[in-house]
């Protein structure tokens, strides 16, 4: 990620909608897949730390993070159970970890050294939960600043989860009701915008109706897709659960 935006994720995420919707469906989906009672949950690519804050409710937290700017924001939140390090090879011992949280990270990295390792640090039996996002052809100067290797189907998503040992038993897309407004919207910034001036940030939302609007869209969606999958978004979640340890990662 573009090292001027850990900033903006600082100052966004606690109030941002997006934010707030996508952390309230992964605890609910922590707490229907928790292995135990006080599960291990290991965040990589944490960021600024307000998903460990949040998580911390609900067992040990750890979170790791390439960048040092993120991990100093973790502790500013004083989460200090944050390394520095990548989800490529992780710093932890193998079948150590409940739950794994990689919440838009797949796409910045290795996507098969880094599910291999998730595989691997996992206990049996533990669980991953990861989103992505959605749609090569959503693609934008948003995924450059954000550097995006690339966006996923759903399809895909399963497919590269399950040839490193673990086993899909639940996706879906999100933010279905974004879909064309973040098509037209990013094109029509691209046209438009200062082009020797950055790509600005697609979390700037200044107007508080209209976060709440979308906030409640989320929530709204969240309820459906605790009964259905929804066939398009702009984003994908999948919940995996360990079953074997790949080839790759012994």
Known sequence: M???LYSNLYQTEDTHWWHKAKRIIVTSLIRAHAPTNNPVILDVGCGTGKNLEEFKS???VVGIDLSQTAVDYCKKRGINSVVRGSVEKLPFSANKIDIVTALDV???VDEQKSLSEVARVLKPGGVLICTVPAFTWLWSEWDVALHHKKRYTSSETISVIEK???K???WTYLYSFLVVPVFFIRNIKKIFRNKSQEYTSDFNLNNPIINSVLFLL???EHLIITMYHIPFGTSVLCVAKKTTIPKSAS
């Open 2 to 4: 573009r090292s001027d």
């Open 58 to 60: 609900l067992g040990r």
């Open 106 to 108: 797949i796409e910045h």
């Open 164 to 166: 490193n040992g673990m």
């Open 168 to 170: 899909v038993v639940r």
């Open 218 to 220: 989320a929530r709204l």
